[in-house]
């Protein structure tokens, strides 16, 4: 079982910038989709960004699509969320979720068996 540590959240102005990590212990990342889905305060969990288990695809929701980047890093057994151009609505607790061997990281929250606590990213207007 992988447990998982987001890092990096806080309170940051609009337009600002965060970047997020995900830092993994108890097994290698190695071959497993990864994702950043988000919750805010009354609303449901949203997909937020996914990087495939090869590392050769991401997907993003269309809100934050040209503004954030997720990226893996193997070696160092960590996925990052850069997020730049951070809007008000960006508010919410990013989680960090993986996903199973050799799996697919399009299913929403379903494709994706382990979850971190959160780390809060509040952005002010």
């Known amino acids: 079982q992988v447990q998982l540590v987001e890092s990096g959240g806080g309170l940051v102005q609009a337009g600002g910038s965060l970047r997020l990590s995900c830092a993994a212990s108890?097994?290698?990342?190695?071959?497993?989709?990864m994702g950043w889905f988000r919750q805010a305060p009354g609303k449901e969990r949203e997909f937020v960004a996914a990087?495939?288990?090869?590392?050769?695809?991401?997907y993003y929701s269309d809100s934050v699509e040209g503004r954030f980047t997720i990226s893996r890093d193997n070696g160092k057994n960590t996925v990052t969320l850069q997020m730049n151009s951070l809007k008000p609505e960006d508010t919410a607790v990013y989680y960090c979720?993986?996903?199973?061997?050799?799996?697919?990281?399009?299913?929403?929250?379903?494709?994706?068996?382990?979850w971190g606590q959160g780390t809060q990213v509040t952005v002010s207007s």
């Open positions: 108890g097994r290698t990342l190695n071959n497993y989709g």
């Open positions: 979720a993986s996903g199973r061997r050799f799996g697919p990281v399009l299913g929403g929250s379903g494709s994706f068996d382990s």
């Open positions: 990087i495939s288990w090869s590392g050769k695809s991401s």
